[in-house]
């Protein structure tokens, strides 16, 4: 594998500078957390920075037809290699989950500047990554996979701050909705996608690793519970006379550990939406509505833990005389990396001398959805205790221009 000597101190100063400019007051909407998702002011200026950034070094940058943003060196449609991952941020995210993906990936292309290596690159920075705008989770890249019907974009897809559907807030933000189809040209012409991304576990942290080459992302399955009951007086009515659904809540939460642990190999279930109608002190709910996010490297065992559930939050409603309807919300199923792009940076991260290892993603990533088209593979970097998903999140730079000097090596020996 050819050298290229990269200066990783100046990569991880560059990379902690643009971390910390983008977790500014301009780019959250919240300031006890990073908050930001599709079509929010915050959003936009995350994408006007990258795109300035960009096109700083040369790159031409559009957007699809809903959002994602594409950066390229070469003209559309000519083979050039994929980098990036997301910069909205779950709603009570961090700052590195998704964004250190993109700000590397701007690394790795700022290097290929500064050490004239003349690589084809494309930067995708994916919209939607987090769910955290309509609770679809993986949205701009299940668009371009074409793993959403149109419906869903039109109707069943909606906004969680205003209840209005995606198309309306994506033709309100200048989009253009009905050429969704069209996304699918994003992947033309990428001869291999690697994303960089914090691992959201502690496995590196424990093992002492800086470096993760992910050779498998586990699968998911996201569903919705609602459970039918009875409102009524919480102080009036006597404990034989409820029909009250938060029990039916209550069981299932205690069955889907039981049915997780139970399934075992890395099988994971989580209730992270809880919705009590009408939630008030004293008031027994009408009804309520939970949430299931269920997932696992082996389909068919969390597949199974998530129709056992089903059927169990249905007969634990019926037991208490209630009714509850059970409807998936979307699945993935568990995505293999390719041999080749894992090998050449196994290759390149060996040169390195730094200490790396396999590992599978519990985490889902836009990366399955370009799985689909071209081969791929992910890269991790450590983050402080696996804390994700919360502001507490911390990860380091310096490993993360570890990741980047390692990727440009691998891009460079797969040409
Ligand atoms: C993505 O953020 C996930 O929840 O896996
Ligand atoms: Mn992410
Ligand atoms: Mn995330």
Known sequence: MAAIAV??????ALI???????????????????????????????????????????????????????????????????????????RNGGKYDGTMGVVTALEVCRLN?????????????????EGSGFG??????????????????????????????????????????????ECAAVLDGLTGWIEMHIEQARVLQDTENRIGLVDAIAGYVHADVVVYG?????????????LDPTLVLAETAIELERLARAAGRGTVGTIGEVEVDPGLINAIASSVRFSLDIRGPLDEVYRGVAAEIAAFAQRAA????????????????????????VGALEAAAATTGEPYRRMHSGAAHDTMCVADRVPTAMVFVPCVDGISHHPAEDADPADAALAAEIILLAIASLQ
Do not use: K
């Not at 309807?325 to 293999?336: G, H, I, K, S, V």
């Open 318 to 341: 019926e037991e208490r005389g209630m009714r509850a309807d059970y409807a998936e919300r979307q699945a993935l199923p568990a995505t293999p990396m390719d041999d080749r792009i």
């Open 7 to 12: 200066d990783r101190e100046r990569s991880a």
């Open 230 to 242: 009875r409102g009524d007086h919480a102080g009036a009515t006597p404990m034989d006379l409820r």
């Open 113 to 129: 500047v500064e050490h004239d290596l003349g690589l084809p690159l494309q930067l995708i920075s994916f919209l939607e990554e």
């Open 16 to 90: 902690g500078r643009d971390i910390e400019h983008l977790s500014g007051a301009a780019y959250t909407r919240s300031t006890e957390a990073i908050r930001r998702y599709a079509y929010t002011p915050e959003y936009r200026n995350t994408l006007d920075w990258f795109a300035h950034e960009l096109e700083s070094i040369g790159f031409t940058v559009t957007e699809d037809a809903v959002g994602t943003m594409v950066a390229r060196n070469r003209p559309p449609g000519e083979p050039s290699f994929g980098v990036g991952s997301h910069c909205d941020s779950n």
């Open 136 to 181: 679809q989770m993986l949205l701009g890249s299940r668009i371009i996979a074409q793993r959403v019907g149109e419906d869903d974009l039109r109707d069943r897809f909606r906004a969680v701050d205003d209840g209005r559907s995606f198309w309306e807030h994506a033709e309100a933000a200048g989009y253009e909705p009905a050429r969704w189809r």
